[in-house]
């Protein structure tokens, strides 16, 4: 059975940052393209950083600079560090894993932007 368990979310004032941490479980993450997704309320679910198994990476434009998708292969986690958050970053952030045919998601870590 898969899982993906996201840890790392909380509360910070603008301009700080978080790390979003999505442990894997029953696959192994470097397979795959790994994802993290975020959804404010009243908006769809949208697609922030993704990293493809050979390492390569692409990020939603506003992100650009300040948030960065890593993996460790050996723990099998993916990470996304956040930076110079702001308040339109507020969401519920979510892992993806996917492959051919399949698809995984975790329950998802919620991230707030307020002073």
């Known amino acids: 059975q898969v899982q993906l368990v996201e840890s790392g979310g909380g509360l910070v004032q603008p301009g700080g940052s978080l790390r979003l941490s999505c442990a894997v479980s029953?696959?192994?993450?470097?397979?795959?393209?790994m994802g993290w997704y975020r959804q404010a309320p009243g908006k769809q679910r949208e697609l922030v950083a993704r990293i493809f198994p050979g390492g390569s990476s692409n990020y939603k434009n506003s992100v650009k600079g300040r948030f960065t998708i890593s993996r460790d292969n050996a723990k099998n986690t993916v990470y996304l560090q956040m930076n110079s958050l702001k308040a339109e970053d507020t969401a519920v952030y979510y892992c993806n894993q996917h492959g051919s045919g399949y698809e995984y998601w975790g329950q998802g870590t919620q991230v707030t932007v307020s002073s």
């Open positions: 029953g696959r192994i993450a470097g397979v795959d393209v």
